[in-house]
T-cell receptor
Framework: AQSVTQLGSHVSVSEGALVLLRCNYS??????LFWYVQYPNQGLQLLLK??????LVKGINGFEAEFKKSETSFHLTKPSAHMSDAAEYFC???????????FGTGTSLTVIP | NAGVTQTPKFQVLKTGQSMTLQCAQD?????MSWYRQDPGMGLRLIHY???????DQGEVPNGYNVSRSTTEDFPLRLLSAAPSQTSVYFC?????????????FGPGTRLTVL
């Protein structure tokens, strides 16, 4: 079974500051990990994913995440926040052989001008 | 290429009514799924399908039925709506038969059950 925990349902950062959104996972098998972003009144859009190989994954819009097996974490970062980054962010996990996604409860990111 | 489309965008039902939420994709994706999104609970998988004629239950299947007669369409049926089914429903699809590929989401259907 898999699960995801996102720490912090709301995060506020100043424009230009570092963005750090936390995600910890639980999986009994090698996981595939994902970050999705949801803008108001829209569906979800893939930011980045980790399947195998390099543990530092780069995504769209300057975001990246690092898979740390020892810490069971997949935190999302961006060096410099932009106003357009304000959205809801979801971490998700699935097994490498599975077809069921498990999403976290989401983190709402506010960017302060 | 319209991607994943969902109809209707908004729906209000009375308790006990039935309805079907429509989902279609034009990307020839084998995998399709339905989620519900509730405040503070993220997205939860209702049902999924790995190809025409094949469906399976997700995390919260009770009160919902699905079928997959074609690759393109994956409707979600509420047999007897309950207030607990008030939610935003998202359909998604992905290439291949596994959920580990990127999922493409529709714009959602906001359902209110009175």
């Amino acid at each position: 079974a898999q699960s995801v925990t996102q720490l912090g349902s709301h995060v506020s950062v100043s424009e230009g500051a570092l963005v750090l959104l936390r995600c910890n996972y639980s999986s009994s098998v090698p996981p595939y990990l994902f970050w999705y972003v949801q803008y108001p009144n829209q569906g979800l859009q893939l930011l980045l994913k980790y399947t195998t190989g390099a543990t530092l994954v780069k995504g769209i819009n300057g975001f990246e995440a690092e898979f740390k097996k020892s810490e069971t974490s997949f935190h999302l970062t961006k060096p410099s926040a932009h106003m357009s980054d304000a959205a809801e962010y979801f971490c998700a996990v699935t097994a490498n052989t599975g077809n069921q996604f498990y999403f976290g409860t989401g983190t709402s990111l506010t960017v302060i001008p | 290429n319209a991607g994943v489309t969902q109809t209707p965008k908004f729906q209000v039902l009375k308790t006990g009514q039935s309805m079907t939420l429509q989902c279609a994709q034009d990307m020839n994706h084998e995998y399709m799924s339905w989620y519900r999104q509730d405040p503070g609970m993220g997205l939860r998988l209702i049902h999924y399908s790995v190809g025409a004629g094949i469906t399976d239950q997700g995390e919260v299947p009770n009160g919902y039925n699905v079928s997959r007669s074609t690759t393109e369409d994956f409707p979600l049926r509420l047999l007897s709506a309950a207030p607990s089914q008030t939610s935003v429903y998202f359909c998604a699809s992905s290439y291949g038969q596994g959920g580990y590929n990127e999922q493409f989401f529709g714009p959602g259907t906001r359902l209110t059950v009175l």
